[in-house]
């Protein structure tokens, strides 16, 4: 089953030599479920700062920038994995370096059978 790993935490909590270590561990970790057959995706968000929102209100599009919602905790990265079950996902994020200063959320994706195939 495949699952997404949603990471939040303050930006602002890491250094710059503490974010390029994170970003080099998060690696390592990557090509080690990538060696298992689990790894499907991940990557680093840009800050929180350079996202825009779009919402559709009365038919009209809307678009305006920064954050969905203010909160202490921002969405910084993701890993997308397989795994056999929930317990595995977890074992999985608990190894996530941005577990370390914020939170890993586990979620199973509902996977749509009608989607185009990944390139």
């Not at 990557?43 to 996202?51: E, G, R």
Request: charged residues 25%.
């Amino acid at each position: 089953m495949k699952y997404m790993l949603l990471i939040y935490g303050d930006e602002n909590a890491w250094t710059a030599d503490e974010r390029e270590t994170c970003f080099a561990e998060s690696t390592a970790l990557a090509h080690e479920l990538n060696k298992r057959g689990q790894f499907l995706s991940a990557s680093p968000l840009q800050p929180v700062a350079t996202a825009t929102c779009v919402r559709i209100c009365g038919g009209k599009q809307e678009i305006t920038d920064g954050p969905f919602a203010e909160t202490r905790e921002q969405l910084g990265g993701y890993y997308l994995v397989e795994a056999r079950d929930l317990n595995e996902a977890i074992g999985i994020a608990a190894r996530v370096p941005g577990a370390k200063k914020g939170t890993v959320e586990v979620r199973p994706v509902h996977e749509l059978a009608a989607l185009p195939e990944r390139r």
